[in-house]
């Protein structure tokens, strides 16, 4: 429909079957009432904005020729676009030039809200909503302009760009890695499987924090790891000097392979939280200040030899009242002191991964909205962009204690 180039009739007289409205007339207030009330009981606020719309399209044509001044160019018709509306999709008249010169000003703001479209659309669908359910809210705000068709080809461009930035090049050397995986419910043919997405976040020379790897690989295991490692150093990363991780068995070796000057630090929280999840409720205060104790952080002069004999102390303690503490003795403590070889103003933040267990929890709010994920790639996608919000605001803060400990801060040419 176009509404370009007519007169608009008087008050009083219908505008029933009349396709045209526009152009310029004197009218009172009452009668300008009249004609939008009567515009407005039969075309909606729509019609009038489709009217406004292609006024100003033509318009502007008009300007457009007019300062060119270019006697070989001339109107040339008008091609249909449809536009989101007021709850519906609307039809816009855009004006064309002989020469093909003219371009409106409102197709570039429209352009420029398609994009935010999009983007909200993907932001929804990676909030954990299905594409149904991000097409039903559109259809909802936009009417039916954005089918699931059009939403999934909104994804697709951003599904892009964030499989780029997951694996975008490295810096050669970090300070601090920290690694730790988190497990979300996949669908695999006919059962849902518990798998994990490993995720590696990273201390940076100038002492911001970055997430530099996020990989699903369905079970976590030692040599899971050593893969993932080995993809850093082919994404660029040549040195590490500390990397923290959970007690996962045979992680330190795996680690030594591929950054073998690294120092390894077992988080201390996974350690202390198996301990208390294992013990009688009578016991939990005092056997909690007994690991506090072992696991100093704040006493500058307490040494690893010293934390290593306190918790061979613990285990003698309790290990009579307690069978798994008492097998404990077998375990390679070494690693989970390694904290005391740095300055005791970093301590609390290098002895567990606490970094990721933050991340875990936005991690977990994205994918408790769905209660299983249709694939690895799913999984993938969300995580990536929690990750990817993340890191926008991990760089903004440096860390500045670290400066203070010269092992991490040591200049390098």
């Known amino acids: 429909m176009c509404l370009i180039g007519q007169k608009i009739r008087p008050p009083n007289i219908s505008f029933k079957n009349k396709r045209n409205i526009g152009g310029l007339m004197q009218l009172t207030i009452a009668q300008s009432s009249e004609v939008i009330s009567e515009l407005l009981q039969e075309h909606g606020l729509n019609k009038i904005l489709e009217m406004v719309l292609n006024s100003l399209l033509k318009l502007e044509r008009e300007g457009f020729l007019k300062e060119s001044n270019n006697k070989l160019n001339k109107a040339n018709g008008y091609r249909n676009r449809r536009v989101a509306g007021i709850n519906k999709t609307i039809t816009l008249s855009i004006p064309r030039d002989r020469l093909g010169y003219f371009y409106p000003t409102l197709l570039t703001i429209i352009k420029e809200q398609e994009e935010e479209v999009a983007k909200l659309a993907f932001n929804l669908y990676s909030k954990g909503l299905s594409t149904r359910d991000v097409s039903d809210i559109f259809e909802e705000l936009y009417g039916d302009k954005y089918s699931k068709t059009t939403i999934s080809r909104f994804n697709k461009g951003f599904i892009k760009e964030l499989e780029n930035w997951r694996n975008r090049p490295l810096e050669r050397h970090y300070p601090i890695l ?23 976040i990273a201390l940076r020379e100038d002492l ?177 962009k929690v990750a990817y919000d993340k890191v926008l605001k991990l760089n903004k803060y440096p860390i500045y204690l670290f400066k203070f400990d010269k092992k991490l801060c040591k200049k390098r040419e």
């Open 178 to 200: 920290m690694i730790d995986a988190i497990y979300s419910k996949v669908r695999r043919d006919f059962s849902i499987e518990n798998e994990a997405t490993y995720t590696v």
């Open 208 to 384: 911001t924090r970055d997430i530099i790897a996020l990989e699903h690989i369905p079970t976590e295991s030692a040599s899971g790891w050593e893969d993932l490692l080995r993809s850093l150093k082919k994404r660029g990363v040549e040195t590490v000097d500390l990397i923290v991780a959970d007690g996962l068995t045979g992680l330190e070796n795996s680690v030594s392979k591929v950054f073998p000057d690294a120092d390894f630090q077992k988080c201390v929280v996974h350690l202390k939280r198996y301990i208390l999840n294992r013990i009688s409720h009578k016991h939990k205060s005092e056997i909690a200040e007994d690991l506090k104790e072992i696991f100093n952080i704040s006493d500058s002069s307490y040494t690893k030899k010293e934390g290593i004999e306190n918790m061979n102390k613990f285990i003698i303690k309790w290990g009579r009242k307690y069978k798994f503490i008492r097998n404990m003795k077998e375990m390679k403590f070494y690693y989970y002191f390694t904290y005391l070889d740095y300055d005791y103003r970093v301590r609390s933040m290098i002895y567990t991964t606490n970094w990721i267990e933050n991340l875990n929890k936005q991690f977990r709010r994205v994918l408790k909205i769905r209660n299983s994920m249709p694939s690895e790639e799913s999984v993938l996608l969300l995580l990536t």
